[in-house]
């Protein structure tokens, strides 16, 4: 059984091409994917997200929009997001993958509550960039706080 999946892997890793994804589309992926846990992404989210990645890189309306687009196919083909939040951990200092987290809760907040899901994701990826439950709990209490 083990040697029969194990050669379904390895023929599925070679049917499919490696995609280079860049830290705009792996953090967009993340955003969107949060944005999404609740199965209903709201149009608040939405902006939200948006507002977010024109903010931080500097992106026009379309080129965020575009961005956006491919972040909904991404996520789509995505096998796991420990592809993306490599990426993040590879270009991230501790207090940039914080701050990320941060961006997270902001997304989920966006439509007025935070769903189960929402949370939950948000700690999967805090753990997948190593960071620790007080950084979770203390950038989620920044964002639900006024």
Same mark, same amino acid.
């Given at each position: 059984?083990?040697?029969?999946?194990?050669?379904?892997? /390895?023929?599925?890793?070679?049917?499919?091409?490696?995609? =280079? *994804?860049?830290?705009e !589309?792996?953090?967009a992926?993340?955003?969107?994917?949060?944005?999404?846990?609740?199965?209903?992404?709201?149009?608040?989210?939405?902006?939200?997200?948006?507002?977010?990645?024109?903010?931080?890189? /500097?992106?026009?309306?379309?080129?965020?929009?575009?961005?956006?687009?491919?972040?909904?196919?991404? +996520?789509?083909?995505?096998? /796991?997001?420990?592809?993306?939040? =490599?990426? !993040?951990?590879?270009?991230?200092?501790?207090?940039?993958?914080? =701050?990320?987290? +941060?961006?997270?809760?902001?997304?989920?907040?966006?439509?007025?509550?935070?769903?189960?899901?929402?949370?939950?994701l948000? +700690?999967?990826? =805090?753990?997948?960039?190593?960071?620790?439950?007080?950084?979770? *709990?203390?950038?989620?209490? /920044?964002?639900?706080?006024?």
């Amino acid at each position: 059984m083990f040697d029969t999946l194990k050669q379904l892997f /390895s023929q599925l890793q070679q049917s499919q091409p490696e995609q =280079s *994804i860049d830290l705009e !589309l792996a953090m967009a992926i993340l955003l969107f994917e949060v944005a999404n846990a609740d199965d209903n992404i709201d149009i608040n989210e939405e902006n939200s997200i948006a507002k977010m990645l024109k903010k931080s890189f /500097s992106l026009t309306q379309y080129q965020a929009d575009e961005l956006l687009l491919k972040a909904k196919k991404g +996520r789509d083909d995505a096998i /796991s997001m420990q592809q993306f939040t =490599s990426i !993040l951990l590879d270009a991230f200092d501790r207090p940039q993958r914080i =701050s990320f987290i +941060r961006t997270l809760w902001q997304v989920a907040y966006a439509d007025g509550k935070v769903d189960v899901h929402e949370e939950h994701l948000i +700690r999967k990826i =805090s753990e997948l960039l190593y960071l620790n439950h007080s950084d979770y *709990i203390k950038t989620k209490l /920044s964002v639900l706080e006024p």
